[in-house]
């Protein structure tokens, strides 16, 4: 087994990475659960592959288990279900001291882990996340949100989790779409600061997809340590450290809104596309060399992600594209910093960015 500490100051724990471990999930939570039962909250989709199996482990030491099964799906990260979530916590007589469990990918994980910061003003919680995306990302780092009308992920809280189990077979009960998405987050490590890492994805990254374990574990386990690291030296996002995490999310995040946070375009393949355009725009601006950005859309293209805006389809200009990003999270000032690169391996923040120059750069990508 993989263990590999996250050192937040005050509020340390470990993620743990293994195959099989849903089915010993009650041994590794026991510790952290005081009651005879605990509350898990999860999707329709992963209770039909994991309920079964999961509550046999927590049966098997003791504890007896009660489901909240929400729709799966971008849209349950909404003010209703969180509502529904709190709710039924509260039904559940949760207490401060308790640890309720979210089982799934990023959305549960996202949505529970608000509800658990909210109730009685913030209980604990143990993410058990079920898709690439969420073990290697989303559940690591304490960020937690909904999603509103305005953008993606801007009501939200910094909530950490108790522990972490990620179950590499978990992946094996996913449509490769999905495992596909998630392998974005995979890649962006590699392009963050660790070019030998993008030159093993480019090695293996076919492997993965295609089931391989040793493959995937090494994917979670590398991109788990350096999200562990960037985010134990930087939790808050307020040293601008935290901020290299979000790669390719502005053009992303602004893409899911103009396609309706819906299945037309999975918030990987946003952070994938985003991270080819990042490129490409940091190349056009004379920071990177155009044929590191064309690698990076190569390997992007190249294991079926999105490479390029013209196959979306979208019927919208670059001004409207630039105006979600208006309502970005990172926004300072009336400031939108970019996450650009000077090469593979080689990301930075810059803070002087304008917004003409993007909508200039994404006339020409609509038109690519």
């Not at 926004?331 to 993007?358: N, S």
């Amino acid at each position: 087994m993989a263990v590999i500490p996250v050192a937040i100051a005050g509020a340390p724990y470990e993620v743990r990475i293994e195959a099989g471990l849903l089915s010993r999930a009650g041994e590794h939570c026991r510790p952290f659960i005081r009651k005879n039962r605990v509350a898990v909250v999860t999707d329709e989709h992963v209770a039909k592959a994991w309920r079964d199996t999961v509550s046999a482990s927590f049966a098997a030491v003791g504890l007896a288990s009660e489901w909240l099964v929400l729709p799966a799906g971008e849209s349950t990260k909404s003010w209703e279900q969180l509502a529904r979530v709190v709710d039924w916590l509260l039904a559940q007589e949760v207490e401060r001291k308790d640890n309720i469990v979210a089982l799934g990918g990023g959305v549960i994980g996202d949505l529970t882990g608000f509800a658990a910061s909210m109730v009685k003003r913030g209980c604990g919680f143990i993410q058990i996340p079920t898709t690439l995306l969420a073990q290697v990302d989303s559940s690591v780092g304490g960020k937690t949100a909904i999603n509103t009308p305005a953008g993606k992920n801007l009501v939200g809280a910094f909530h950490q989790p108790s522990l972490v189990l990620a179950d590499p077979l978990a992946l094996d009960t996913l449509p490769l779409r999905d495992t596909r998405a998630g392998y974005a987050e995979v890649i962006k490590y590699g392009l963050i600061d660790d070019a030998p890492f993008f030159e093993w994805c480019e090695a293996n990254g076919a492997k993965l997809l295609a089931g391989d374990a040793s493959a995937r574990e090494t994917a979670i386990a590398t991109s788990v340590a350096a999200k562990a690291r960037i985010v134990a030296a930087d939790e808050k996002e307020t040293a601008g450290v935290r901020a290299l995490l979000n790669l390719g999310h502005t053009f992303g995040h602004a893409l899911e809104a103009e396609t309706g946070f819906s299945d037309r375009l999975l918030h990987g393949e946003g952070v994938a596309l985003g991270m080819v355009l990042a490129a490409r725009f940091s190349a056009r601006q004379g920071l990177m060399a155009g044929q590191d950005a064309e690698r990076i859309a190569a390997h992007v293209g190249g294991i079926g992600l999105p490479a390029s805006l013209k196959p979306l389809g979208l019927d919208c200009d670059a001004q409207r594209l630039t105006d979600h990003m208006l309502h970005d999270k990172k926004m300072d000032a009336g400031t939108l910093p970019f996450l650009l690169l000077r090469g593979i391996g080689q990301t930075f923040l810059a803070k002087d960015v304008d917004l003409a120059d993007v909508a200039a750069f994404l006339d020409e990508e609509l038109a690519r």
